[in-house]
């Protein structure tokens, strides 16, 4: 299995309401990563989780709750979210400490906040 | 700190023809440099990578990308492009135990 499963494609959501978003791979990596992504824009870094801790978080707000519960699923917990967090969130994994080892992205969810 | 930069928004090319998407990068070390190519509505797909020693980096869908270390590029190229190669384009540089760098990404028309 060569993919990272994004679910759900599409999501419209209220500023009060809490939805998650959810990333599952198998393909044994053991760094994964959540990315923002505007209309042709370029991916913009949020979370990094190396084996199942988080490494890296980008100043991302805390309406924003990533978590790993292992080190095959990736969640985005989202509340109280803005118009303006309306965008592409992808999904990614790779070998962590290969550095030539490039990412495999899911197909991304589409976020809409009304 | 890591950088790339893509200076072109927008590439055009008529199909049959040559085309090349130009990357410099800005590294302190060794550079790991990336293509993705990205679909409307969707995730991006990784076509190849620099790898050491190896100034001509053949990739998938027939691109390549040409590595000099004196200009500090890594353009990607096709030698005969195809309607379907029109998608968005980021070259990336990786951190050797972290995060990757994106260039602001550029559009490829090809037209009939």
């Known amino acids: 299995d060569t993919e990272v499963t994004q679910t759900p494609k599409h999501l419209v959501m209220g500023m009060t309401n809490k939805k998650s978003l959810k990333c599952e791979q198998h393909m044994g990596h053991r760094a994964m990563y959540w990315y923002k992504q505007k209309a042709k824009k370029p991916p913009e870094l949020m979370f990094v989780?190396?084996?199942?801790?988080?490494?890296i978080n980008e100043s991302v707000p805390s309406r924003f709750s990533p978590e790993c519960p292992n080190s095959s699923l990736l969640n985005l917990h989202l509340h109280a979210l803005q118009p303006e967090d309306s965008a592409l969130y992808l999904c990614a994994s790779s070998r962590p400490t290969d550095p030539l080892s490039g990412y495999t992205f899911g197909s991304g969810t589409r976020l809409t906040v009304v | 700190a890591q950088s790339v930069a893509q200076p072109e928004d927008q590439v055009n090319v008529a199909e049959g023809n040559p085309l090349t998407v130009k990357c410099t990068y800005s590294?302190?070390?060794?550079?790991?440099l990336f293509w993705y190519v990205q679909y409307p509505n969707r995730g991006l797909q990784f076509l190849l990578k620099?790898?050491?020693?190896?100034?001509l980096v053949k990739g998938s869908y027939g691109f390549e990308a040409e590595f000099n270390k004196s200009q500090t590029s890594f353009h990607l190229k096709k030698p005969s492009a195809l309607v379907s190669d029109s998608a968005l384009y980021f070259c990336?540089?990786?951190?050797?135990?972290?995060?990757?760098?994106f260039g602001d990404g550029t559009t490829l028309t090809v037209k009939p």
């Open positions: 989780y190396s084996y199942e801790k988080l490494s």
């Open positions: 620099y790898i050491t020693g190896d100034n």
């Open positions: 990336a540089v990786r951190a050797p135990m972290g995060k990757s760098t």
């Open positions: 590294v302190s070390g060794n550079p790991y």
